[in-house]
């Protein structure tokens, strides 16, 4: 199976200005999260995703979206975007049973100038 | 207090012997634990998921989880070179949402 794939894996961008990332999960994952990870705050959860529904949140301004299509490919969208932003964005998949592993993919730095 | 708590190391280990990595949780509702390895640059890998007391073995690793103590801990035997990496300690209340510790940093000298 191929694993979790993310697009763009770099980008620049200034201050201000918006980004979209994306995620494709694992073929049969409908379960799609995404994390943050900076050097100051390490690896932060910001939502999660199934059936096109937003299921969970974690501890983020509005500035920071997502959502799921019917295929379970997601999208994340960063509004507006802030100097602290600059992260490395990962997304992770898994199947909807109980304890279920989350298999990261390969991320997509960000860097906002 | 954070709610997943680790060593930040280094922890420095001859090649061939046991690495020790140790993890503390504050929320007693957690469910599922997870070792993932991560190397610079590099996204996160599961080495290992544990989700009842005692211990779980994979290989030349051994996980071992005491919900009693909110304790869970990586053992490596017979370390490589290889193994130097950031060692994140994941846990998950049922929301399918990972509380990371800071991770611990392990190097395995030659």
């Known amino acids: 199976k191929a694993g979790v794939t993310q697009t763009p894996r770099y980008l620049i961008k200034t201050r201000g200005q918006q980004v979209t990332l994306s995620c494709s999960p694992i073929s049969g994952h409908r379960s799609v999260s995404w994390y943050q990870q900076t050097p100051g705050q390490g690896l932060q959860f910001l939502f999660e995703?199934?059936?096109?529904?937003?299921?969970n949140k974690g501890n983020f301004p509005g500035r920071f979206s997502g959502r799921q299509f019917s295929n379970s490919r997601s999208e994340m969208n960063v509004s507006t975007l802030e100097l602290g932003d600059s992260a490395l964005y990962l997304c992770?998949?898994?199947?909807?049973?109980?304890?279920?592993?989350?298999?990261f993919g390969p991320g997509t730095r960000l860097l906002v100038l | 207090q954070k709610e997943v708590e680790q060593n930040s190391g280094p922890l420095s280990v001859p090649e061939g012997a046991i690495a020790s990595l140790n993890c503390t949780y504050s929320d007693r509702g957690s469910q599922s634990f997870f070792w993932y390895r991560q190397y610079s640059g590099k996204s996160p890998e599961l080495i290992m998921s544990i989700y009842s007391n005692g211990d779980k073995e994979d290989g030349r690793f051994t996980a071992q989880l005491n919900k009693a103590s909110q304790y869970v801990s990586l053992l490596i035997r017979d370390s490589q070179p290889s193994d130097s990496a950031t060692y994140l300690c994941a846990v998950d209340t049922g929301r399918r949402a990972l509380t990371f510790g800071s991770g611990t940093r392990l190097q395995v000298q030659p």
């Open positions: 995703y199934f059936s096109e529904t937003q299921r």
């Open positions: 992770a998949s898994s199947s909807d049973y109980a304890q279920e592993t989350q298999y």
